[in-house]
């Protein structure tokens, strides 16, 4: 086809379409003025007045809708203040003026953008939506404290069978801030200061088998996610939550994964007990070469050797070696306070450290999936350059991201009630 054969076929589409949605929205004015569309709550109640074709545009997926519908008021009697009541609206679920369709698309949008006017942009280019960034940020913190609630509280995703291996992992990323939000709190900035606040997430997995080398297989589409600003001891219950929600009860081994952070292990200590606690594999390589290069100096050949040696030692169970060799270096340590600190992490890590036994159970022993949910979840919605938020405002965000990419969100706004899910259903 040529060039301009394509132009014209791409016309040609674009032109049907708006037909289509200019012919949908008449159709829409018809039926829903239509004074035999029957409705609840459509009549006086004692005391109120009404007052019929007051108008309203109602934004769809199809265009702009024109309503005519009846306005019923209640003047102030005694102490009761006057109320008022459009029975279409509700009857139709308007959120702001938007059908609940579009709120919908708004709110997906507006997540899954790498920010608010690319959500206008991405609306614009798939359904021939005209709706600025500001009405989709409007949207998102206007609905997400419902969504995240309807996420918490949503039915069970049991397994089929009971699982194998049953995952949990939390972990910590920093959100930038508008200066408000960060009045007084202390940082890494050469001042002192602090330019992000923590966000925290976790996840959950699970894993019913191991390839042919007994290396471990995270199940597909497994994943979910939470999210959080709140401290960890309120941030505890709510991946605990999430993991019953999963079918953790169900699981043969629970197992917990996080780096050394000690606000970490306290959630494993109130919140999964029972867990195998294992410090990221990564994490605890990272600390080898801290305490070498603090025992040998950096870049020196015995810092290498005695990183490689270590490591050595971590693969198989012996954590304890480790730390004896460590301690009987001290005498030549180059900085013998940050060598007893990093002796320290390993010392309380030790349980958490036992990566032969891990890896022979068929365990993964990194938390590559929960890092690479603060770069996906987090990272690439709110962590672009330029972005500053409140708190508030990234917390709802992150709300409906987590809820699309758990698959919870579609079910937040397919709930029954409404006169166009009723009329979807009669079609």
């Known amino acids: 086809m040529s060039q301009g054969g394509a132009r014209a076929g791409a ?3 674009e032109g049907l379409r708006l037909a289509l ?4 929205c008449r159709l829409l004015e018809e039926l829903l003025g239509d004074p035999n569309l029957e409705m609840e709550g459509d009549e006086c109640c004692p005391g109120e007045k009404c007052h019929p074709n007051r108008i309203k545009e109602m934004e769809t997926v199809l265009g702009t809708v024109r309503l005519k519908r009846s306005y019923f008021y209640q003047p102030a009697s005694g102490a009761e203040e006057s109320q008022g009541r459009f029975p279409l609206d509700q009857a139709l679920g308007l959120i702001n003026g938007y059908s609940a369709t579009l709120a919908k698309l708004m709110c997906r949008a507006g997540a899954m953008a790498s920010g608010y006017q690319a959500a206008s942009a991405d609306l614009k280019a798939y359904a021939g939506l005209e709706v600025e960034g500001r009405q989709i940020q409007r949207m998102v913190n206007l609905k997400a404290a419902e969504i995240r609630s309807y996420a918490r509280q949503s039915p069970s995703v ?9 995952y949990a992992s939390v972990d910590g990323t920093g959100v930038p801030m508008m200066a408000e939000e960060l009045e007084d709190r202390p940082g890494k900035q050469e001042d002192g200061s602090s330019s992000t606040r923590e966000v925290k ?3 959950v997995f699970t894993q019913q088998s191991t390839d042919e080398e007994g290396r471990p297989l995270r199940d597909p589409d497994s994943t979910t996610y939470v999210s959080s600003f709140v401290p960890a001891k309120d941030f505890g219950p709510l991946i605990r939550a999430e993991a019953l929600r999963r079918g953790m009860a169900l699981a043969t081994v629970v197992v917990l994964l996080g780096d050394g952070a000690s606000w970490i292990w306290e959630i494993a200590r109130t919140c999964f007990s029972f867990a195998v606690q ?9 600390h080898l070469t801290t305490l070498a290069e603090a025992l040998f100096g950096k870049g020196t050949e015995p810092a290498k050797d005695y ?3 270590w490591r050595a030692y971590l693969e198989v169970d012996q954590v304890g070696a480790l730390i004896a060799e460590a301690k009987r270096g001290l005498s030549h340590s180059t900085n013998a306070k940050e060598t007893l600190k990093a002796i320290g992490y390993f010392e309380k ?6 990566y032969g036994t891990f890896r022979a159970n068929g365990y993964f022993i990194g938390s590559g999936v929960v890092e690479a949910g603060c770069k996906t979840v987090v990272g690439q919605r709110a ?4 972005m500053f938020w409140s708190v508030s405002g990234a917390e709802h965000v992150l709300a409906v991201r987590c809820a699309v990419m758990n698959g919870d969100f579609d079910g937040f706004w397919d709930k029954p009630g409404t006169l166009f899910t009723e009329l979807r259903k009669a079609a």
């Open 11 to 13: 016309w040609l589409d």
């Open 21 to 24: 949605h200019q012919d949908g």
């Open 158 to 166: 049991q397994p089929v069978k009971p699982v194998e291996v049953f």
């Open 201 to 203: 997430l976790g996840c």
């Open 278 to 286: 294992i410090v990221d594999f990564f994490h605890a390589c990272e």
């Open 307 to 309: 990183q490689d040696r």
């Open 349 to 354: 890590n030790q349980s958490r450290m036992l």
């Open 383 to 386: 962590k672009e350059s330029g």
